[in-house]
């Protein structure tokens, strides 16, 4: 789902749905509704979800902004502290190699940190879906 076009889209881009979105204030928290059709049914018990939170890029290809390094406009920066650059090995990774999540949910017992890992020993990067129990 993006912010901008309301659409919800299958992996190969294709639209399948509209989306409703309301934000609260008072909350902090999104909302985002799909008719149950663009989904095949009800999400129930067994259902898995993969989520992941972009930053919207608007001018690129898959609509997700990217990585730079140092960070530039329009695209987020890889280790942009020195002190930090020097003793992470994700500071050596190709920054167009970082995936291009800024937050994930994750199942139990995994970590952000892990799943997202762009270093060559951690390849490849693959997110894990969520089970509704």
Do not use: H
């Not at 898995?48 to 902004?65: E, I, N």
């Not at 990217?66 to 920066?77: I, L, R, S, V």
């Not at 190699?97 to 020993?121: F, H, M, N």
């Amino acid at each position: 789902m993006q912010g901008f076009g309301q659409r919800l889209v299958d992996a190969g881009g294709g639209t399948v749905g509209a989306v409703t979105i309301k934000a609260s204030a008072v909350t902090r928290y999104f909302t985002f509704t799909v008719p149950r059709s663009a989904l095949g049914g009800t999400p129930g018990t067994g259902w898995r979800f993969a989520v992941t939170l972009t930053g919207q890029d608007g001018f690129s290809a898959d609509q997700a902004r990217g990585f730079t390094q140092p960070a530039q406009d329009y695209q987020f920066g890889v280790c942009t502290d020195a002190a930090v650059a020097a003793s992470n090995p994700i500071c050596a990774v190709d920054p167009t190699k970082v995936p291009k999540a800024v937050d994930i949910l994750t199942p139990d017992g995994v970590s952000q940190a892990e799943e997202l890992d762009p270093t060559p020993a951690a390849q490849p990067v693959a997110i894990q879906s969520v089970t509704l129990p």
